[in-house]
T-cell receptor, first 112, second 114 residues
Framework: GENVEQHPSTLSVQEGDSAVIKCTYS??????FPWYKQELGKGPQLIID?????GEKKDQRIAVTLNKTAKHFSLHITETQPEDSAVYFC???????????FGKGTRLHILP | GAVVSQHPSRVICKSGTSVKIECRSLDFQATTMFWYRQFPKQSLMLMAT?????????EQGVEKDKFLINHASLTLSTLTVTSAHPEDSSFYIC??????????FGSGTRLTVV
């Protein structure tokens, strides 16, 4: 079935440095790719998304790139801050009923 | 912005009882809502797609008779965990899709079955 692979599972970055999380997807019909940040005990919060007609999107310190040919997309966080520490999930739309499936998540630690 | 309210945030129930979780879209109509389950330190696993006015569509391996989903209106979907057992203890999260703004998630419900 369709799946989304996410790497790395854990990432430690010095405060101020950049963090990159990568995902690949299997369904060539996927056209929507959101990224979520989840803090402990809370629901996921959308931080940025991209649709298949765009190759890159940026929102302040956060950017997402999409390569449809290779079926992979990445999250870039620049100038990382302590509050960026959380679990990040990539996701991709599948099927015709607007379902999205998630990657396994990346636990990001921002080191002081 | 789009807001999805989920209640309760935490619930503890005895084994064998049923628990109902509500998911409401507060400022928009959601013809489709989704229910996820998340075990500790794991990803969100899609359980079912809830469609207003029709039967829910369950993912493979999810027991529809155990996880009853009702989507009676365009703003409310409920998930009832019937005859709950300790292995049903998990974090349950709903989401709703709104055209142009993507998917909005509720804050989740931590279910503990004792």
């Amino acid at each position: 079935g369709e799946n989304v692979e996410q790497h790395p599972s854990t990432l430690s970055v010095q405060e101020g440095d950049s963090a990159v999380i990568k995902c690949t997807y299997s369904d060539s019909a996927s056209n929507y790719f959101p990224w979520y940040k989840q803090e402990l005990g809370k629901g996921p919060q959308l931080i940025i998304d991209i649709r298949s007609n765009v190759g890159e999107k940026k929102d302040q310190r956060i950017a997402v790139t999409l390569n449809k040919t290779a079926k992979h997309f990445s999250l870039h966080i620049t100038e990382t801050q302590p509050e960026d520490s959380a679990v990040y999930f990539c996701a991709a739309s599948i099927g015709r009923d607007d379902k999205i499936i998630f990657g396994k998540g990346t636990r990001l630690h921002i080191l002081p | 912005g789009a807001v999805v309210s989920q209640h309760p945030s935490r619930v503890i129930c005895k084994s064998g009882t049923s628990v109902k979780i509500e998911c409401r879209s507060l400022d928009f109509q959601a013809t489709t809502m989704f229910w996820y389950r998340q075990f500790p330190k794991q990803s969100l696993m899609l359980m079912a797609t809830s469609n207003e006015g029709s039967k829910a569509t369950y993912e493979q391996g999810v027991e529809k008779d155990k996880f009853l989903i009702n989507h009676a209106s365009l703003t409310l979907s409920t998930l009832t965990v019937t005859s709950a057992h300790p292995e049903d203890s998990s974090f349950y999260i709903c989401s709703a899709a709104r055209s142009g703004t993507g998917y909005t998630f509720g804050s989740g419900t931590r279910l503990t079955v004792v």
